[in-house]
């Protein structure tokens, strides 16, 4: 705690030196105002970095100098103490942990080779941030070409990584499906020199019900502390000064509490409020744990439920919205966006792929007049931008190119599930549309993080039906607040029939604009059989993901109010609920026979969503 208390002194002292024009991370220069400073005045090598490592983080990467988290957490990574860092989303804390452990291996009197095998291992949850952090790594090695990057995850070939772990990798980014794989059955893959674990976003990875996991993997890497370090296989356990944790994420919660409490000894907690620090004494970390007593011999604190950290500049909105208009107002919204900007960046996020295939085909095909003279061929399409779309059902190779085409596009639409809510940093994205709700605080504040990164601006939208108004005051209790969105306004300022001087509503069902789209939403899903068959799928997908909000969600959305003829609506179907809820009850009974079939436990449900 020493440590983080001083570095956070020595940043507050230096703020007034802090009016210079900053370098982001792509090289353009900003002011940063002051007070929403995500920068530190201090410079990279007052932190104790090697020079080397400082000049490839000024001239290769772009940065002039830390940001405040990096200033305070890189010189307690260099330590060697274990740390437990909180920070919001887009701060930088990806080179927080990676640029002291490239200072340590570089450092080495005796230069390392691939034959000492793994020094370091970057857990992650998603594959996509596994590949984002692998790229930030690559960069940073540049000048270190002894020191080897690599990656091991879901949906690559097993035998290629096999090979690539035979000739050695230095600092391994893993999920962790995929490493406990090779840990239990790649013989060749060497980590009895592993220094450093860290788990990058570790709420989330216990999210997806990888807990398992992660006690299998600590205890084989005899990384905890109550681990089988004498089993056979494991590696003997290191002495303290030669193993180092690190948890990171901008949502440090309960969740991550037993994977603290398992492995990390003594940790600096790194950007959390002495006022939502309980002792570990004070915490039941899961039902099962009886063991209390032993806790209060190790008198660390660690954070419990309390505000969240969303970036102070970032603009944050709420449509309220009745069930049978979402499609029609999600399109006006879009429609208003891209028109006011034709060249920017926009993240919409859906609960499942179902979701996600059927609005990117809607949006891709879907042309439109209001304008009943306008013939057919002549409508323009509705949405100008260009349209991509990224999730877990997908191809790995159509995941890797809609992430690299969404990072590299000055201009388009992301439709996409949870699996881009974590980590990954899209440059320059203006706008992050939640169009199905997030169901839990911690998923809105980092679903929103994909905008607002490093101090620029951004503007959030989050869609709501009245009935679900009560989740505001659940966000609320985690420090976040929303105003309301002028959607009465965006309506009006459409044409109808090309005249603009139509008798407007003040409901939004019977806003003459929203009426005329939700008709042509309908004709065109009814004349498009592939479309409609993506509709209805989605539409069953939605119903279900609604009923899986856990704990006090079930009681704002309550699958019970919904109107199911509405629901439908909502997806441009003119079938009656009952038939399109007779595919959902088969498709729920098919789905539970798999579950019980292969065991499944309702994390893992939400992990298949995305
Ligand atoms: N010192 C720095 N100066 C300028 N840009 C930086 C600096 N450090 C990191 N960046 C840039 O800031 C952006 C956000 O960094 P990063 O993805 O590590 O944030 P994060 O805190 O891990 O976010 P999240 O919580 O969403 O995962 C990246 O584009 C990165 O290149």
Redesign the pocket.
């Known amino acids: 705690m020493a440590t983080t208390k001083k570095n956070r002194t020595q940043v507050t002292k230096n703020k007034e030196s802090e009016k210079k024009p900053?370098?982001?991370?792509d090289g353009t220069k900003k002011e940063i105002k002051e007070e929403n400073s995500v920068?530190a005045a201090c410079s990279f090598t007052s932190l104790g970095l090697h020079p080397t490592l400082c000049e490839q983080?000024r001239e290769r990467?772009?940065?002039?100098?830390?940001?405040l988290?990096?200033a305070q957490a890189i010189p307690v990574v260099l330590s060697g103490r274990h740390a437990l860092v909180n920070?919001?989303?887009?701060?930088?804390?990806?080179?927080a942990y990676l640029a002291p452990i490239v200072h340590h291996l570089q450092g080495y009197d005796k230069r390392i080779e691939r034959s000492d095998g793994t020094f370091a291992l970057v857990l992650v949850p998603t594959r996509e941030l596994c590949l984002q952090v692998h790229e930030?790594l690559q960069k940073l090695l540049h000048r270190f070409h002894w020191i080897v990057p690599g990656y091991i995850m879901g949906g690559e070939s097993r035998s290629k990584e096999k090979a690539r772990l035979r000739k050695g990798i230095s600092i391994l980014i893993a999920t962790p499906g995929r490493l406990l794989d090779h840990l239990k059955n790649t013989s060749s893959f060497l980590y009895t020199n592993l220094r450093w674990i860290i788990f990058d976003?570790a709420d989330r990875i216990l999210e997806l019900g990888f807990g398992k996991e992660i006690q299998e993997i600590l205890d084989l890497l005899g990384s905890t502390k109550t681990g089988l370090g004498d089993q056979e296989n494991t590696v003997p356990r290191p002495s303290k000064s030669q193993r180092q944790n690190l948890l990171l994420?901008?949502t440090l919660n309960e969740k991550v509490n037993h994977l603290a409490k398992i492995s990390l000894e003594d940790p600096v907690m790194i950007g959390i409020d002495d006022e939502i620090m309980l002792p570990t004494s004070k915490i039941r970390f899961d039902h099962s744990d009886s063991d209390e007593d032993n806790e209060d011999k190790h008198s660390n604190k660690i954070p419990a439920v309390g505000a969240y950290k969303v970036p102070v500049q970032l603009i944050q909105r709420y449509l309220k919205v009745p069930c049978g208009s979402r499609l029609a107002v999600l399109l006006s919204v879009l429609k208003n966006l891209f028109e006011r900007d034709p060249s920017q960046k926009v993240v919409l996020f859906f609960s499942t792929c179902d979701a996600v295939d059927f609005h990117y085909s809607l949006l891709s095909e879907f042309h439109f007049s209001s304008s009943p003279q306008t013939e057919e061929g002549n409508r323009p399409k509705f949405l100008g931008c260009k349209t991509l779309r990224l999730h877990g059902n997908m191809e790995q190779e159509d995941r890797t190119n809609s992430f690299q085409a969404f990072k590299t596009d000055k201009s388009a639409l992301l439709l996409s599930t949870d699996v881009s809510a974590?980590?990954l940093?899209f440059?320059k994205v203006r706008c992050i549309i939640q169009y199905d709700s997030p169901g839990e605080a911690t998923e809105y504040v980092?679903r929103v993080?994909?905008t607002a990164?490093?101090g620029e601006r951004g503007e959030s939208l989050l869609f709501l039906q009245p009935a679900e108004i009560d989740y505001l005051q659940d966000l609320e209790k985690h420090g976040v607040s929303l105003t309301e969105y002028p959607l009465s306004k965006v309506l009006d300022s459409f044409p109808i029939s090309g005249n603009k001087n139509v008798k407007k509503s003040v409901f939004i069902d019977l806003h003459p604009w929203i009426l005329c789209l939700q008709k042509a939403l309908e004709s065109f899903i009814a004349s498009k059989p592939k479309i409609n068959e993506l509709a209805k799928r989605a539409f069953c997908s939605w119903v279900r993901a609604y009923t899986a909000h856990r704990g006090d969600l079930k009681r704002i959305f309550m699958v019970k109010k919904l109107h199911l003829g509405h629901v439908a609506k909502s997806f441009a179907l003119k079938q009656q609920p009952s038939l399109v809820g007779k595919s959902f009850q088969n498709q729920t009974k098919k789905r539970k026979r798999f579950e019980k079939k292969n065991g499944m436990s309702n994390k893992r449900r939400v992990a298949r969503v995305t």
């Open positions: 900053k370098l982001t991370g920068f983080l990467m772009g940065f002039e100098g830390p940001t988290v990096q920070a919001a989303t887009g701060t930088g804390k990806t080179i930030i976003e994420s901008a974590r980590g940093d440059p980092h993080g994909r990164r490093l």
